[in-house]
């Protein structure tokens, strides 16, 4: 493990034994990131991933590169306190939706506005996996689970919409089933600098199975799901038949050719943040007819001042000022203050 | 009993005009908007000047702006000056200063028979007398018969001298409380630039806020002299001090100015994360404006990702602080538990205030003791030390931060709102006398060319090498889960469990070889009785035990300042003595844990009430137990206590 090695996806594997359970999405999701990780260009010693508890916090221990795996819905504060001091690391900040968005709900909010750069992924299985299966605060309404015999009656989680509503600089959706569109993003996230938080959709195959399967199945992937590009025109369906076009802030589908054409659709800009937040709304439950296809890829991208970055700053500046080059004098003249006397 | 200080006081002699007092409580009363805690500061700082010898009491309610004129939003100050060594605000006051009718109510209790009363008339008007609950006006009813008064409208002084100003009536109001400053500076025979300096500081933006605030100022020291021409005037001579050079701290500035010095000496950026509480926010704010040592500080969204920004800090290589009071140190347990097993150092500041829950929260209290050592799940151990005074929370901080670098721990660090905003003066040190930091970090040499890095391998200590993000060869994985020794990895392993635990504590107990070992403060080294204390009670045992001492009765004194773990000599020191008193502001915590530990027994004495220990009933309990241990020798306290009051020394 010298300085000069080059990264290698099989280099990122640790010796350890994976806990997860066979067919969990975790795997996709650990494989895609070490698959990209190695064309990010960052040696492995800068990279660090933080996580919470869940099932998906376990991943640090599966990443051979610096890792810690903290408590229940902390980590975006670790990260924080990481990145605030260390700004020459690059932080890969690991969470679920029970561990993000409920414990560490908190955390979540104050970490997107703040826009400290680290990249967070959230794998919503909808449901507490470690814990054996309780729902969570991404899971639907009327969701039957072990601490809900007769149906969840706790209105669920948006989490794009609340990212967003928390003013995050880079929003994005991928899925466990999709390794391609998830590695894209997983690159896009690694390249916006401040806090980029990406949803990634993963099937708990033990206690939630199936839970995105009409956005994920070939079946009904193209007709439920849509895939954003920036610039491009807002186009979905299994043929890729349909458009959507904004009715004043309303988006609507149709069909193209016979309802419109491609210069009716929407035309994606990821730096608008009024078109994100409609896009984040696009949240209908797939299948139920007349509803609206759920927007993957990049919702919202937009750089804005860093946390870190602004803390430097001042330091710089009040380094600039201070007029005192040694540290050991400036010591003796804060002990000391202002007003002193002396006896003999 | 009586007074002891109030005796000695008595002590007085004729000096040209003045009268020389040995030592002098006032205490300033008034509106938490009468600006008390800047005139009783400003007075603070002059005696300092002045080389009095001196400790304060700021007492103030928890709301900014509790309903005015009433007893609840009267807010204290109380400074003790003296030119002989002082431990303790005082028991009791020799001069009270009230703005109202309800600073007077709330305090007279605490003035000495025949003391002096600074009233302000303008504050017993009809409605202030009403809000203060009283039926007459004392200042016609003759109930304050027995006191030396000066009674002065305020309000219409300061409006007078400010008549040429053009400023409003409410501005000019604002500076009534510099009117009673300058009375008192003339009382004592204070020189006034100090704080005339400290105005044109303070008003630099607004010079005619300076103006106005320095001519009322002047006027009440002048009006003193115009119209006070039969009053006692006193003079306090400086104390005899070791010499050196000295200036005036408080608690919380203290130990703010402490962490930054073991930032510079330990060569470690400092990073703070903390949520604003009563009575720690002072830290978070004297750190925040300090940026210029390199310091990170981080107002974060509440006491968890407080203490969890400082562990990620930690883990960075930075020198990680958070700063609290009880409820936020309720809230960053799990976290505190977390350093625990990452092994990261960490320092935890606890200035505590009364409990539980929202309790008290500008109400002294020790009770977040048990907390502290025991107050986390599982098998939990870390460091706790405590400071014992405003100074001296310099050093203890600095300590903390000292042990926890160098041991790879958490520490906690307790103070209390006591020490916090007590001032007192202090024979400061020079950066490059304090002791050097030395951090172990792991570097590219400690990965095993077999095994990689092992991260919880140990030295002789027990302390593992701090191996930060950054270098090559040295990748490894931590978290709260428990490790299989050396390697870190995830154990479930109920062998390894247990050593993992052993292995924590022991690592912990270690470091009592590190420590001083507890020395008799003040005292016999063996004899009948040992006053054993901890934190914010040390000028309260200092003063009684000088006092028992003076009177004949053989009392010693030590203060822990290493709870955990305890100095190793704490059993054998306490061998040395029949009975151990414990003198705590809580419901007996340190006895619990003294007895947890040695097989002997100790006698708590205990006060719950959100102030500070008073002396008198500390002698009191002293000489109780000397009673029990000689039931015909002693004549007790009261005629004892009064002898002791003709002894000054
Ligand atoms: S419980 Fe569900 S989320 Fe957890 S590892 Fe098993 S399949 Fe994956």
Known sequence: MADSETLTAKSLVTDQDIRWCPGCGDYSILKQVQTVLPGLGIPREKIVMISGIGCSSRFPYYMNTYGMHSIHGRAPAIVTGLKATRPDLSIWLITGDGDGLSIGGNHFIHLLRRNVDCNMLLFNNQIYGLTKGQYSPTSELGKVAKSTPLGSIDHPFNPGALALGADASFVARSMDRDPKHLQQMLIRAAGHVGTSFLEIYQNCNIFNDGAFEALTEKSSKGANTLFLEHGQPLVYGMNSELGIRLDGFTPRSFVLDLEGSLEDCWVHDERDMVKAMILSRMFDDPGVPGSLPRPFGVLYAMERPVYEVMMEAQLAQAQAKRGIADSMEALDALIAGSETWTTA | ?649
């Open chain 2, 1 to 649: 009993m009586p007074d002891q200080e109030t005796t000695n006081r008595a002590s007085t002699s004729p000096a040209g005009d003045f009268v020389v007092r040995e030592e002098v409580v006032i205490k300033f009363a008034g509106d938490s908007g009468d600006g008390m805690q800047l005139t009783g500061g400003q007075f603070t700082n002059t005696a300092a000047l002045v080389g009095n010898d001196l400790a304060t009491f700021p007492d103030f309610p928890a709301e900014i702006r509790a309903p005015v004129g009433t007893l609840a939003g009267v807010s204290g100050f109380q400074i003790n000056f003296a030119s002989r060594p002082v431990f303790t605000p005082g028991d009791s006051c020799d001069v009270l200063v009230a703005m109202n009718a309800a600073a007077l109510k709330a305090n007279l209790s605490g003035l000495v028979p025949g003391g002096e009363l600074v009233l302000n008339s303008d504050g017993f008007d009809a409605k202030n007398l009403r809000l203060a609950g009283y039926a007459s006006n004392p200042l016609e009813d003759g109930s304050l018969e027995g006191f030396t008064l000066h009674v002065m409208d305020v309000t219409k002084m300061t409006r007078e001298t400010l008549q040429d100003y053009t400023l409003s009536t409410k501005e000019k109001d604002r500076s009534k409380n510099m009117f009673v400053l300058g009375f008192l500076y003339w009382m004592y025979d204070r020189p006034m630039q100090s704080s005339l300096d400290f105005l044109a500081a303070k008003f630099k933006k607004d010079p005619a806020i300076y103006e106005a605030n320095a001519a009322v100022l002047r006027a009440g020291y002048h009006y003193g002299d115009t119209t006070e021409t039969f009053a006692t005037r006193y003079k306090v001579e400086p104390a005899k001090m070791p010499p050196g050079r000295y200036r005036s701290i408080t608690g919380n500035e203290a130990t703010g100015m402490g962490l930054v010095a073991a930032s510079v000496r330990s060569g470690l950026p400092l990073f703070l994360g903390s949520y604003p509480i009563t009575p720690a926010s002072e830290i978070l704010h004297y750190l925040a404006a300090r940026k210029s040592f390199g310091i990170k500080t981080f107002q974060a969204e509440d006491e968890i990702a407080a203490i969890c920004s400082a562990i990620g800090a930690a883990f960075g290589g930075s020198l990680g602080i958070t700063t609290t009071s009880g409820p936020g140190m309720a809230l960053k347990t799990e976290a505190m538990g977390l350093a625990v097993m990452l092994e990261l150092p960490l320092v935890i500041c606890d200035i505590q205030r009364a409990g539980p829950s929202t309790g008290l929260p500008t109400k002294t209290e020790q009770s977040d003791l048990l907390q502290a050592v025991y107050g986390r799940n599982g098998e939990c151990p870390l460091v706790v030390m405590a400071a014992h005074s405003p100074s001296d929370a310099f050093e203890t901080v600095y300590e903390a931060c000292r042990i926890a670098v160098e041991h790879m721990t958490p520490v906690i660090f307790l103070s209390d709102g006591y020490i916090a905003n007590g001032a007192e003066p202090w024979q400061f040190p020079q950066a490059a006398d304090l002791p050097a930091i030395h951090p172990v970090f792991a570097t590219a040499a400690d990965a095993d060319p077999e095994r990689g890095f092992l991260p919880y391998r140990r030295d002789e200590r027990l302390v593992r090498k701090w191996a930060v993000p950054g270098i090559a060869g040295l990748e490894h994985r931590i978290g709260g889960l428990e490790k299989q020794n050396e390697t870190g990895n995830i154990s479930y392993d109920p062998m390894n469990h247990e050593l993992m635990v052993h292995l924590r504590e022991a690592k912990i107990e270690r470091i009592a070889d590190f420590i001083p070992e507890l020395r008799i403060d003040q005292g016999p080294e063996e004899g009948d009785l040992l006053l054993l204390g901890w934190g914010s009670t040390f000028g309260t045992c200092s003063a009684a035990v000088r006092d028992l001492n003076a009177a004949g009765y053989g009392v010693a004194h030590a203060h822990l300042r290493h709870i955990r773990p305890f100095p190793r000599n704490l059993e054998s020191l306490m061998s040395r003595f029949k009975h151990v008193l414990v003198p705590e502001i809580n419901n007996g915590q340190l006895v619990r844990i003294l007895r947890d530990h040695f097989p002997r027994t100790f006698v708590p004495f205990n006060r719950i009430q959100g102030i500070p220990l008073r002396k008198s009933e500390l002698m009191q309990a002293a000489v109780d137990v000397l009673r029990g241990v000689d039931a015909a020798g002693q004549t007790g306290l009261h005629s004892s206590a009064s002898n002791a009051g003709g002894t000054p020394h």
